[in-house]
Nanobody, 120 residues
Framework: QVQLVESGGGLVQPGGSLRLSCEVSGSFHRFAAATWYRQAPGDERELVAA???????KYADFVEGRFTISRDDADNTVYLQMNSLKPEDTADYYC??????????????WGRGTQVTVST
């Protein structure tokens, strides 16, 4: 059973930085993609950044070069480095993992989220 645990959220001032971690435990057959999403109160969940097999990355337009997604296979962790944070980045941040099973079925896993608050 694959489990995801996010950490690294907290309160930070505008212009500050945070590094979110998504620790993956359990076994899976083949990695497909890992994605960070966020959801602010009253808003829908939105994609922030994704990293695909082959380490291709994709970012939402609002990231504007401020965030970097990375993956460390040695410690089974996906990171989101967030710099130049703005109050509008305040949200709960969720990690999603997509993998392929032995019979090539796409499987989907979610963490419980970590809260990020950007405020003075």
């Amino acid at each position: 059973q694959v489990q995801l645990v996010e950490s690294g959220g907290g309160l930070v001032q505008p212009g500050g930085s945070l590094r979110l971690s998504c620790e993956v435990s359990g076994s899976f057959h083949r990695f497909a993609a890992a994605t960070w999403y966020r959801q602010a109160p009253g808003d829908e969940r939105e994609l922030v950044a994704a990293i695909f097999y082959g380490r291709v990355t994709k970012y939402a337009d609002f990231v504007e070069g401020r965030f970097t997604i990375s993956r460390d296979d040695a410690d089974n962790t996906v990171y989101l480095q967030m710099n130049s944070l703005k109050p509008e980045d305040t949200a709960d941040y969720y990690c999603n993992l997509k993998t392929y099973s032995l019979n090539n079925k796409l499987e989907d896993y979610w963490g419980r989220g970590t809260q990020v608050t950007v405020s003075t």
